[in-house]
Structures are given as structure tokens and as C-alpha cells.
């Protein structure tokens, strides 16, 4: 046996550090006792500055779907008007739990692979002043898309629309600090950017979205936001804690802040360059070739490979786990995450195996220097130099 281990490169779950695995083997506590309380509070002003708010993040022991569910049913009422930016599978989500809301859904369509337009949001609010809510991802998982979401809070706050942010898959690995650039709710979950287990999402507020909350009936049990926030202030949840997810988020709230943010993008940014220069140079098609993510890449695969197939052989051949394509892009797409606890000989080893994969599976790829390439892009985008350097979209 030549390997031993597999490296974890798909958009979520992702790698775990031995520091949170040591976290969450710790001894269980309780959750309605000091310790978890004390522990619970450093987290919230931790979660704040991850966030960028001066409000409350809330954690709530769940998916990421789960934290959709509840922003939808706490934010707007059954009859309200929304418009949702669909551009891949998890805009589509947006879609399905707002109809199951009750709530009347416009469609704003955006071709998978491309960025929303802002004045094309813009335009729909001004069609309809009615609409309550825009729902968006800020990194579309399935297509690889970063949409422009700071463009869009400058046209949303100047409405009465709420702007509603999937951030599962950019959190703690792009920048959004949700009260400078005037995001009403960001939620994210555990298992991308935060370097956890699956089980914990985290959803935050702005103060004109918390008087929709708290003058709205969620109609569910489980999900009551003001309830949640008032329990917090105390240091609890409202319902049993994560215990483990909570201790551990603390460790790895730790990691990501002890250099600072901007080193945590820096290294991110960093990663994204490697690999779209590394996929560039091996002859491969960027799914999303000017609104990228900045934790995964998508490329499409050359006519008559199976990326279905490509997926497998990187596995059982070379220890990679990659992500393939969803929908109708299924078998067309590889999906090649580099979040959080993810550096670059792990994006290397991700490549070399896509690679040698392609190949295995009947494809070709000419390229002899593209992990040089690779390297390269990582280098200048690390050194700040024009061009590749870091974008200033964080202020």
C-alpha cells in the first residue's frame, strides 16, 4: 500500500486540525453549566468578529440547511413576496423552502457558472417594490460561482428588501463583513470554512432584520430566533446544546483569529490562484471564469470523460477526494475544494491526481509544468503583486 492517507478536497465536509480533533475529544460537559456558559460567550465575541457585526450570531445545532429553513420562516410570512437569485442547486434551495414558506418566489435566473448581475436585482425591486427579502449565496457550492453580494447590500439596504446570505461555503474563507457592506442575515455552517464536523450552522442579523423576527410568527417549534438570542445573552441555546461542535468551534475560532483574518484570505486567495492556474495549464475549462470562489474550483472535463469515473479513480488510485458535478452537470464537472484546513501540497497532490485521472479515464493532458504553474500563481498572489494580489473587497 503506497498511501497512506486521503486528502479531503471536496467542498465540505473538509479536513479537520489535530487542534479541533483534540478539542472535541475532550470530556462532555453540560450545557447548562458554567463552564459551557463561560466557554459559550467566548465564542459569541469570537463569531462576531468572524462575521464582521456588532450583533449576535446565533449557534444553532443543525445543517446549513437548517439555518435556511429557519432564516426564511423567521424573516417573512406566508402571502410575502421574495425574490431569489438562482444560479446552481443551492439557489434552488432558497427556492423550494421559501415555497414551502407560503411565501410568493420571483425567479431571478442566473445561467450556472456566471455571477449575478446587480442591476439586474436592482431592476426587480424597482419592477416590484413589494418584495421583502432577496435570497442569495455568496459562494454558489455547486458551480463554484462567488456572487457579488457587497454589490447587491448596496442596492438592497437602500430598499425595504431584506438581503439574505448563504455564506455555508465562503465563511472564514472570504471576506463579508455583514454590517459594513449592510447584509441583513448571513448564515454559514461547520463543515467548510470553520473547519469542523458536520452539525453546527451559525446565523446572524442585522437590527432591521431582528424586528421582522421578532414581530413574525416562525411557525416552527425549534427554530425561534428572539427565543435563541435571549437564551444567549445567558450563554446557552435555547434546545440541547452541540456540546462537542461548540467546544470545538472554539478551538478553531482560535486558529482562524490568531493571525488575523487577513491572513486567513491571504492563504485563500492564495489556494484559488494555484488551482485555476494549475487546471488553466493542464488544458481544463473554468466553470466560473470571473465571479470565482474562492474554496473550491470547478472545471469542466474534456468530451467523453466520465467525471463520474475521474471522482473514483483520484480515490481508490491516489487517496484524493474530489466532488463531482451536480444536476446536469453531472459526469461534465470536477469540483476541486480547497477550504480551510487545506495548503498547498494538499492542492498539489489534488491536482497530480485530477491529472493522472483525466488520463486514466480516457482523456489527455499535455501539460508537463503545470504544477510549476501552479506554484507560481500561488507565489505572486502571496507576495501582493499586481495583478494577482489580494483583492481589496474586505473595507
Known amino acids: 500500500m503506497l498511501l497512506n492517507k486521503v486528502r479531503l478536497l ?95 418566489v420571483t425567479s431571478l435566473a442566473v445561467p450556472w457558472g456566471k455571477g449575478v448581475e446587480p442591476q439586474a436585482v436592482a431592476d426587480a425591486l424597482k419592477a416590484d417594490p413589494s418584495i421583502k427579502g432577496v435570497l442569495i449565496q455568496y459562494s454558489e457550492t455547486s458551480t463554484g460561482v462567488l456572487h457579488p453580494v457587497r454589490e447587491v447590500a448596496s442596492i438592497t439596504r437602500e430598499s425595504n428588501a431584506l438581503l439574505v446570505v448563504d455564506g455555508i461555503s465562503a465563511v472564514g474563507l472570504a471576506p463579508c463583513p455583514m454590517d459594513a457592506w449592510g447584509i441583513d442575515c448571513l448564515l454559514t455552517g461547520s463543515q467548510k470554512g470553520l473547519m469542523l464536523p458536520p452539525g453546527l450552522a451559525l446565523l446572524a442579523l442585522s437590527p432591521r432584520a431582528w424586528k421582522s423576527a421578532e414581530a413574525n410568527d416562525s411557525g416552527c417549534f425549534y427554530f425561534n430566533l428572539p427565543a435563541e438570542k435571549a437564551k444567549l445573552a445567558k450563554g446557552q441555546t435555547l434546545f440541547t446544546s452541540a456540546v462537542n461542535l461548540i467546544i470545538g468551534l472554539n478551538e478553531s475560532l482560535d486558529m482562524l483569529l490568531e493571525n488575523g483574518l487577513e491572513a486567513v484570505y491571504a492563504k485563500q486567495w492564495a489556494l484559488t ?17 470571473e465571479h470565482f470562489a474562492w474554496g473550491i474550483t470547478s472545471v469542466l472535463l474534456p468530451a467523453g470523460v466520465d467525471g463520474t469515473e475521474v471522482v473514483r479513480i483520484a480515490m481508490e488510485t491516489y487517496g484524493v477526494c474530489l466532488a463531482g458535478g451536480q444536476d446536469h452537470l453531472k459526469g461534465r464537472l470536477v469540483r476541486v475544494g480547497h477550504m480551510g484546513w487545506v495548503d498547498w501540497a494538499d492542492a498539489l497532490a489534488g491536482l497530480y491526481a485530477l491529472n493522472r485521472s483525466i488520463i486514466a479515464a ?34
Open 273 to 289: 490562484m494555484l488551482n485555476r492556474a494549475g487546471l488553466s495549464a493542464m488544458g481544463l475549462t473554468l466553470f466560473a471564469p
Open 10 to 104: 471536496t467542498p465540505g465536509p473538509t479536513p479537520l486540525p489535530e487542534r479541533v480533533r483534540l478539542a472535541l475529544a475532550k470530556d462532555m460537559i453540560h450545557h447548562r453549566k458554567r463552564a459551557f456558559m463561560d466557554t459559550m460567550m467566548q465564542v459569541q465575541e469570537r463569531l462576531r468578529i468572524l462575521f464582521g457585526t456588532a450583533d449576535t450570531v446565533l449557534p444553532l445545532s443543525c445543517s446549513g440547511t437548517g439555518a435556511m429553513t429557519a432564516a426564511v420562516h423567521s424573516l417573512f410570512t406566508p402571502g410575502q413576496r421574495v425574490l431569489v437569485v438562482e444560479g446552481g442547486k443551492f439557489g434552488q434551495r432558497w427556492h423550494e423552502i421559501a415555497s414551502q414558506r407560503g411565501l410568493e
Open 362 to 395: 480516457g482523456g489527455h493532458c499535455g501539460s508537463r509544468d503545470y504544477m510549476e504553474t501552479a506554484m507560481a500563481a500561488y507565489r505572486m498572489a502571496l507576495s501582493g503583486k499586481p495583478g494577482q494580489a489580494l483583492p481589496l473587497i474586505h473595507s
